[in-house]
């Protein structure tokens, strides 16, 4: 006997839990966008980084306080957004042990095409949600990772549990 044999009524069945859900839908946002942002070489990690530095320039750390990654992580993110000029790095002249990094021009155009094809990959995951659901759904997340997150170092399921927090999802 097949174990869903074993359940008579399928709404007998308990709901998930709204964490797991949240873990499921996060995995396949999480392919999704690897799989459209890799004709650019980014990864969701990059493109978060140049979004963040859309806001202008800004010194590494609070570059790296900002996407929540480690300091010596970000050192690795800069060196390949910088090989591929699409970031600027240059000495802070109030403070030289400083570092300031902002996006070029190259590096404006690249990200506002990884957010347009990102934006595309949400429409295909939230499609049956209406425009109302979908800002609720997303003043709810923000709120629950908000209360959920401050302060803590958090692990990317798919990245063999190094230290991934702000995934773009």
């Known amino acids: 006997m097949a174990t869903t044999d074993l359940v008579k009524d399928p709404r007998a069945r308990s709901l998930p839990l709204t ?5 499921k839908l996060g995995r396949a946002a999480q392919r999704r966008f690897n799989d459209v942002l890799k004709p650019s070489e980014l990864t969701p ?4 980084v140049l979004d963040e530095l859309r806001q202008g320039p800004m010194s590494q750390q ?3 306080d900002r996407v929540g990654v480690d300091p010596t992580k970000l050192v ?3 060196n390949d957004l910088e090989g591929r000029h699409l970031v600027l790095r240059r000495r802070d002249p109030v403070d030289r042990r400083r570092h300031i990094v902002e996006n070029s021009r190259k590096g404006e155009a690249q990200v506002d095409a990884a957010l347009g094809a990102a934006a595309a990959v949400e429409d295909e995951l939230l499609g049956a949600l209406d425009s109302e659901q979908r800002a609720q759904l997303r003043e ?3 709120l629950a990772a908000e209360s959920s997150m401050s302060g803590e170092q958090c692990v990317d399921p798919a990245a ?7 995934e773009p999802v």
């Open 19 to 23: 964490g797991m859900l949240l873990v």
């Open 140 to 142: 709810l997340l923000v």
């Open 45 to 48: 990690r990059h493109v978060q």
């Open 76 to 78: 690795g993110l800069l």
């Open 160 to 166: 063999d549990e190094q230290d991934l927090c702000d």
């Open 62 to 64: 609070a570059l790296a």
